[in-house]
């Protein structure tokens, strides 16, 4: 996975810096020719997939979440990244702000009614011009399942001024 991975930041570098053919070109000379990358978009609106026989890579928004993820989703995610490896799967999402606590207590309640184990934990602490950032984690106690959710800025956003956005992820192990 790590070096799909590095592949991965190497594109996404590239995608932004030069061509999409160069990209693509160098990419997958440097999976070993075994890769299908492919990079839609331009400036802010970028989406790259890389597939290779290690597994599959895409961020950007818009796409979809990987069947391997079992863990539901409340509606309205707009996906942003997905990374899968054999059946093992992680996927990071948006929403806006303002549905944080609604997110939060969808997760409590599917936790609580999974019949499995979760531990969970929230902090909050300052972040600049009198803001708070909050943090919530469920973790399953019995297998390797994670759902994190934070108060973050959009992908497409300037990184100044308030946070807009609540980010989950998502990551599940293979047979979860």
Excluded: K
Excluded at 41 to 60: C, L, Q
Excluded at 61 to 86: F, M, Y
């Amino acid at each position: 996975m790590r070096p799909l991975v590095l592949i991965f930041v190497l594109a996404l570098t590239l995608a932004a810096c030069s061509g999409e053919q160069i990209s693509e070109q160098i990419a997958e000379e440097a999976i070993g020719g075994n890769a299908n990358v492919e990079i839609e978009g331009e400036g802010d609106d970028v989406t790259i997939n890389i597939e290779s026989d290690e597994g599959s890579i895409s961020i950007g928004s818009g796409g979809d979440v990987p069947n391997e993820i079992t863990v539901p989703l409340p509606d309205g995610a707009v996906v942003v990244s997905s990374v899968v490896v054999g059946n093992g799967a992680s996927v990071g999402v948006e929403y806006p702000t303002d549905r944080y606590d609604e997110i939060a207590a969808f997760y409590d309640s599917w936790t609580s009614g999974s019949g499995g184990t979760w531990l969970t934990s929230e902090s909050a602490f300052p972040h600049g011009d009198g803001q708070t950032v909050r943090n919530m984690t469920w973790q399953a106690e019995e297998s390797v399942m994670t759902v994190i959710l934070r108060d973050c800025y959009s992908l497409d956003g300037t990184f100044e001024g308030p946070l807009d956005t609540a980010c989950l992820s998502i990551s599940q192990a293979p047979g979860n």
